[in-house]
C-alpha cells in the first residue's frame, strides 16, 4: 500500500455560485473534474481507495458505480440549467448532512414577465396561451403580491416530479394523456415578497417564448390550468380598461371645453402649463388653446388648428415611443424568501392569474440557502478556470469551517421544520427525487432515467 500524501483529508459542506444553462448535477459533475486530480482532495481519495481494499467481494459485487474512483460529491437542493445562485455542495461524509439544506429557508430574486403561459411555467417552455396585459400594473400587482405572503396553499407545476397514480407529471403532459386526478395543492409559507424593479413594455429585455406547445400538450395543460378561462378574464378587464380611459377621456374633454368658453381671451391665449398638458385628451381643442410653440404674438395662422391636432401637447413628458418595443408586456423583478417545497415559477405562475393575465418566471437567481449567501461564503463558479491556487483555499477554509462548527447546524436557518413531503425549488423534475431518496449525487442521478430525461430536455430547450 502506498503512503498517504500529504494534507488533511477534508470533507463537508461548501456552496458553489452555478451559472446559467447547465444543470445542477453537471455542475457536480465539473467539480469532480477539477477535484479528482487535484492536492487537496489526494488525502481523501487515498483514504477512500484503502477503505475498499477492505471490502468483502460481496460488498465489491454490490457496488453499482463501476467507475473509476472520483471525489464523492452530492447536491442539497436542484437549480434547474435557467437559473443560478446558490448551490449546496457536500464532499465525502458531508452528503449525508445535505437533507437539511433540502428542509431549509431560501432566497430567491425573479424575473417575471406577463401575457404568456408556458408547459413550464418559464421562458424555456413551450407556450400554450397568450392573453391580454395593456391592463397590468405595478399597483394591481402589489395589490395581488398580498395574496402570496404568509402562509398559503401553492400548485406544483405540472412538469415537477410529483408522481400521480404512480407516475410522474410531466410524463403525462409529454405523453398527450390526461392526468387522472387533479393536482393537489400544497401548503408552503413566504417569509418576504417584494418589488424591486417595475419594467413597463419597451423599457426592459425579456422576451417571451417562440416554440409553440402541440396541441395535445396545450389540452392537457388546459385541463389542469384551465387558462382559457384566465385569458377571457383578461381580454374582459382589458376592455374595460379602455372603456373606463375612454370615458375619463371624453369627461376631461367636455369639461376643458366648458370652462375654455368661460374664461376670458387673454387666460386661453397664455397656454398655462396645466391647462396644455390637460388638453391632450381632447378630441376637438379650440383653436386658440393650444400653442405649438411659445409667441408674443396671439393671433393664430390660418393652418394652424389642423397643424396642432397633429402635433403632441406642450408638456414636460416626453414623446411617446415608436419602436417595435413599446407593444411588450410589462416585467418585474421579485425578492422573495420561503420555506421549502416552494415553487418560484409557480409563483410567478400564479400572479399572473390573479392580475386577469398570464406570467412566465424569465429567469431566477437563488442568493442565499440556509447560511450560505452569495457574495459572503459562496465559491464563484469562474474560480475553476483559475485553477487549484485560486479555488483550492476557498474550498478549504468552506470545509474547514463546517468541520470545526461554524456552518454545522445552520443549515435550515430561518425554517420551521415543519414541511418534509416537499420539493426545493428548481425547473427540473428531479428536484422531488431528491427529497424522497435523499441527497443527490451524479450516480444516482446517472441510474434514474425519468431525470435524466428531464434534465437533456431541458439542456437541449435552453440550447
Known amino acids: 500500500m502506498s503512503n498517504p500524501p500529504p494534507g488533511k483529508i477534508l470533507e463537508g459542506v461548501f456552496a458553489i455560485n452555478k451559472p446559467a444553462a447547465i444543470s445542477s448535477a453537471q455542475t457536480l459533475r465539473n467539480l469532480q473534474t477539477h477535484f479528482n486530480p487535484s492536492a487537496l482532495f489526494a488525502p481523501w481519495l487515498h483514504a477512500e481507495r484503502s477503505r475498499r481494499t477492505l471490502e468483502s467481494s460481496r460488498q465489491r459485487s454490490r457496488r453499482r458505480d463501476k467507475r473509476p474512483l472520483q471525489v464523492k460529491l452530492g447536491h442539497g ?12 455542495a457536500g464532499v465525502g461524509k458531508g452528503t449525508k448532512e445535505l437533507q437539511g439544506f433540502l428542509e431549509c429557508t431560501k432566497s430567491y430574486e425573479a424575473i417575471v414577465l406577463f401575457g404568456v403561459a408556458t408547459d413550464s411555467y418559464d421562458r424555456l417552455g413551450k407556450v400554450l396561451k397568450r392573453a391580454p396585459y395593456a391592463h397590468v400594473t405595478r399597483k394591481k400587482v402589489e395589490q395581488a403580491l398580498q395574496r402570496f405572503r404568509g402562509k398559503i396553499m401553492q400548485r406544483p407545476p405540472i412538469f415537477s416530479a410529483l408522481r400521480v397514480q404512480g407516475k410522474r407529471l410531466y410524463e403525462y403532459a409529454r405523453e398527450g394523456k390526461e392526468v387522472p386526478v387533479e393536482i393537489q395543492e400544497r401548503p408552503v409559507e413566504v417569509l418576504e415578497l417584494e418589488i424591486l424593479e417595475w419594467w413597463d413594455g419597451g423599457e426592459h429585455e425579456y422576451t417571451w417564448p417562440t416554440e409553440e406547445a402541440e396541441t395535445e400538450e396545450k ?3 388546459e385541463q389542469v390550468l384551465h387558462l ?16 373606463s380611459a375612454t370615458a375619463a377621456a371624453a369627461a376631461a374633454s367636455t369639461s376643458t371645453s366648458t370652462s375654455a368658453q368661460k374664461r376670458p381671451l387673454s387666460e386661453t391665449e397664455t397656454g398655462e402649463e396645466g391647462v396644455a398638458s390637460s388638453s391632450a385628451t381632447d378630441t376637438a381643442p379650440p383653436a386658440k388653446r393650444h400653442q405649438a410653440e411659445p409667441s408674443s404674438d396671439t393671433t393664430p395662422l390660418p393652418s394652424q388648428p389642423q397643424q396642432q391636432q397633429q402635433q403632441p401637447p406642450v408638456t414636460a413628458s416626453p414623446p411617446p415611443k415608436t419602436n417595435p418595443t413599446q407593444a411588450q408586456p410589462p416585467a418585474l423583478r421579485l425578492r422573495l424568501t420561503s420555506t421549502s417545497g416552494f415553487y418560484v415559477r409557480s409563483l410567478c405562475h400564479d400572479l399572473g392569474l390573479a392580475v386577469d393575465s398570464l406570467a412566465i418566471m424569465s429567469e431566477l437567481t437563488r442568493t442565499r440557502q440556509g447560511d450560505f449567501e452569495l457574495g459572503r461564503n459562496v465559491l464563484e463558479y469562474d474560480d475553476l478556470d483559475k485553477g487549484e491556487e485560486v479555488w483550492g483555499p476557498r474550498v478549504a477554509s468552506m470545509l474547514e469551517a463546517w468541520e470545526e462548527g461554524t456552518g454545522k447546524g445552520k443549515a435550515k436557518g430561518k425554517s420551521d421544520g415543519k414541511s418534509r413531503s416537499a420539493s426545493p425549488e428548481g425547473l427540473s423534475g428531479a428536484a422531488m427525487g431528491a427529497q424522497k431518496k435523499g441527497p443527490s449525487t ?3 442521478r446517472e441510474r434514474s432515467s425519468p431525470e435524466k430525461e428531464v434534465l437533456h430536455e431541458e439542456m437541449k430547450t435552453e440550447a
Open 442 to 444: 451524479p450516480e444516482k
Open 219 to 221: 389540452v392537457v395543460a
Open 228 to 243: 382559457e378561462e384566465k385569458a377571457e378574464k383578461g381580454e374582459k378587464a382589458e376592455k374595460a380598461e379602455v372603456q
Open 77 to 88: 437542493g436542484t437549480l434547474d440549467p435557467l437559473a443560478t445562485g446558490v448551490l449546496i
